[in-house]
């Protein structure tokens, strides 16, 4: 059955069991002379689709030390705070019930560049049963990680460096970025490897003209500059051709004025579309490797 038709169907099951279904009440009364029935349903499904929105309704099967395991829903305590991000994360949630391992990320552009860096290098993610669950920003990472190991589920996560973090608390695989964020380490990257013509591509395949011909406005080369300290000052620069030949620092700078601008899962994908393996950072590597080995641990 297609999404629709699974979730119509549980549902039919439960006003059934919860004598909801009037055309089963009329059918109960006039075949047996009951007013109604008390029910329980069982329901084993490899679809996401099946799972109820309560995760105390989940018994999770995995294997662990060569023997059947089980995780119960009913005997897992989490704080109201974390039980939160379960519910604003249970699409990706549902889907990790069934997984070998999980990525946990930060954001929007990880969550679309992920899933092609590892093609790029050579991880089926689909094969190896390792989901990507977009946490919305770090201080959430810790809770879904939380909700992971309490239904035994392997995962490792990827947070930017940015602020003045602390991670003494994480006692989780993780890897962080070495510069400011996502979009700075990828820019860093690039421009420290002779991959200009790659941010090029990147940044034609993200607006729809010519991206050296673009203004940008003070006020957003100042907030980048603000979020990444590339230069003293404020820079003094309207487009690309402004930019004296061979300054890094401000071409680095207008390269993350647009990044900002376009952050999303699409400028993700778009990274992820576009760069070798030799220029993904090595950081992102790093995790896909992990969960990659984390994923060959469970059958």
Known sequence: LHPYMQRSLIKYI???????????????????????????????????????????????????????????????????????????????????????????????????????????????????????????????????????????IPFCAFADRDKENDYSDWDFYYEITSCTDFEEEIIDNLLNNGGENYLDCILNKSFDQAWQQITVQETLLNKANNIYKVVNGTPEIKSFKDIPNGDKKLQKLFYLSLFIQKKSITLGRIIGENLTEELIPDSFKKVLLEAEKLSKKVT
Not at 28 to 53: D, M
């Open 14 to 152: 439960f006003d059934i069991l919860n004598n909801k279904n009037e055309n089963f009440r009329k059918l109960l009364k006039e075949l047996f002379e009951l007013e109604g029935i008390r029910g329980q349903a069982i329901l084993v499904t490899h679809s996401p689709n099946i799972i109820l929105n309560n995760y105390k309704q989940v018994v999770r099967f995995f294997v662990e030390d060569e023997k059947i395991s089980v995780v119960s829903g009913r005997d897992i305590r989490i704080q109201k705070e974390v039980e939160k991000h379960l519910l604003r994360n249970l699409a990706y949630f549902k889907e990790a019930f069934f997984s070998r391992c999980a990525i946990i990320v930060e954001g929007d552009s990880e969550l679309g560049a992920f899933p092609l860096f590892a093609k790029t290098m050579g991880i089926d993610l689909d094969e190896n049963g390792i989901i990507i669950i977009k946490a919305d920003g770090k201080e959430s990472i810790p809770k879904i990680a939380e909700l992971l190991k309490e239904f035994k």
